[in-house]
């Protein structure tokens, strides 16, 4: 799965018009970034509610690919700023993190279809 297969979901906004569009390997699902730092796969697309810019610097360490935003929660233009500046996708969701994580694992094939 591409960072472009997720921008295409209709489920999901699109933060940043210019974006690498890197493989992504695996989703990792949190709101500790400590256990982000810790836990995550390089490659993967973080599912969190944590919508600032330390959500995007633990990103960059991590080797985060993208990071989705759920239920709605405003991205800040500094976040945006900061993604833009490490590379890292950024896209909003209505959808909770239960619904994201399961609607990624489904295109990464991680999960049969509902």
Do not use: W
């Not at 997720?6 to 569009?21: G, P």
């Not at 759920?70 to 900061?82: H, K, Q, S, W, Y």
């Amino acid at each position: 799965m591409k960072i472009s297969d997720i921008a295409a979901l209709e489920q999901m906004t699109c933060m940043l018009e210019d974006y690498e569009d890197a493989e992504v390997t695996a989703g990792y699902t949190s709101d500790l970034l400590s256990d982000v730092m810790g836990n995550a796969e390089e490659g993967a697309v973080l599912i969190t509610i944590q919508a600032h810019k330390n959500t995007v610097a633990v990103s960059s360490l991590a080797g985060i690919s993208a990071i989705i935003i759920c239920n709605n929660r405003p991205v800040p233009e500094d976040m945006l700023a900061a993604s833009a500046d490490e590379g890292i996708a950024v896209f909003q969701t209505s959808e909770n993190q239960f619904k994201t994580s399961a609607l990624i694992a489904q295109h990464l094939g991680g999960c049969p279809a509902a």
